[in-house]
């Protein structure tokens, strides 16, 4: 008897030490890994915020950051597999899913981010409501075309500055010159006088105007493109079908982290400003940034579809994308509706 209940407790700590070895086993105790891509920019802060509180650690979820300047440089490492999930641009991932990329929005995380700023002779040539004869009078008093900072073909940048002037202001192309540059070097060139005005997005916009009170602001968000889609959160499709808990619960976290903003803009700048500040911003001015003009947090992916829709036309319209996809479909809303209500 004694023999028989020793060979099955033998029998029993083999079988479970097989277990634990197994390939594809995973121990409740162990974390869902998970790398995110962002771009510095104010509108990533519910990342932040929910890496920063240790929300998804509590959740079990083990983050890792990676740092990018613009959205199709993002967008073609996720495509490649390197990174999981990105909150960057929405432009960059309807133009991704053209070319066969199986990448879905799940959350979004604001509207209306951009806006166009500029300074010296440009900014009083044009003044405060900026037409197309205004950059002629430019051009023709300063001998050469006014240069726009913005960011690569492809992306929400360069996608609302193209919309603002070509569709809005009815500039002429040969009238204007889009210097394509990362959001770094186009702060550094426009305080820098290298360029006449950037597209710009918070904190970026709050800094330059401390930095330099006679940068202003010539168009909002709203002005270059009505409910102008921006930031959200995308993901690779094998990720979401490995781990939907997991991002069930980093969506419910970033949905907490937009309630916070609005609720606590002062405690969320300084968690925030750990990761875009790096000890060389003062709280006191991303709290600002989150209180200007650039700011709009929104997390319901379902409230930007009309204006994705719109953008997706133009992108076709502009040649950054050859060919347009239902954009409902870019979507992926059944994570963001299991856990907002």
């Known amino acids: ?23 594809g086993t995973v121990r409740a105790a162990d974390p869902v890994k998970l790398e995110i ?6 509108a990533a802060s519910p990342l932040f915020i929910v890496d920063g509180q240790g929300w998804a650690k509590d959740a079990g979820i083990e983050l890792k950051l990676t740092r990018f300047e613009s959205g199709p440089h993002a967008i073609q490492a996720m495509a490649a597999g390197k ?12 133009v991704a899913r053209t070319k066969g990329a199986d ?26 409501n900026p037409t197309a004869e205004s950059f002629k009078k430019y051009a023709a008093e300063t001998g050469r075309k006014p240069k726009i900072g913005t960011q690569p073909p492809g992306s929400v940048p360069d996608t609302v500055l193209k919309h603002w002037l070509f569709k809005v202001v009815k500039v002429d192309p040969a009238d204007v010159e889009l210097v394509p540059m990362g959001i770094e070097k186009t702060q550094q060139a ?36 009505p409910d102008q889609p921006g930031t959200v959160v995308s993901a690779r499709a094998e990720v979401l079908k490995a781990h939907p808990d997991a991002i069930k619960a980093l969506v ?10 609005a609720k606590d803009p002062a405690g969320s700048a300084k ?49 950054s994308a050859s060919e347009t996809v239902p954009v409902a479909e870019a979507f992926d809303f059944s994570f963001y509706d299991a856990v907002a209500k």
Do not use: C, W
């Open 1 to 23: 008897m004694l023999r028989t209940t020793r060979r099955f407790t033998l029998a029993a700590l083999v079988a479970l030490g097989a277990a634990a070895v197994m390939p």
């Open 37 to 42: 891509g962002y771009i510095p920019i104010l």
């Open 83 to 94: 990174i999981d999930l990105l909150y960057a641009g929405v432009a960059p991932v309807l």
């Open 103 to 128: 990448i879905s929005v799940i959350a979004n995380s604001a509207v209306e981010e951009m806006v166009v700023a500029a300074r010296g002779p440009f900014a009083k040539a044009v003044g405060a």
């Open 190 to 225: 426009l305080l820098a006088g290298a360029l006449d005005a950037a597209t710009i997005r918070e904190p970026t916009v709050t800094v330059t105007q401390q930095m330099d009170p006679n940068v202003v602001l010539v168009a909002t968000g709203a002005q270059m493109f």
């Open 252 to 261: 419910k976290a970033h949905i907490r982290a937009v309630e916070l903003i």
């Open 271 to 319: 968690i925030v400003n750990n990761y875009l500040g790096k000890g060389l911003m003062e709280p006191a001015t991303l709290e600002a940034a989150f209180k200007g003009p650039g700011s709009k947090f929104v997390a319901d992916p379902h409230s930007v579809v009309p204006a994705v829709e719109k953008m997706m036309a133009f992108t076709k319209e502009i040649g």
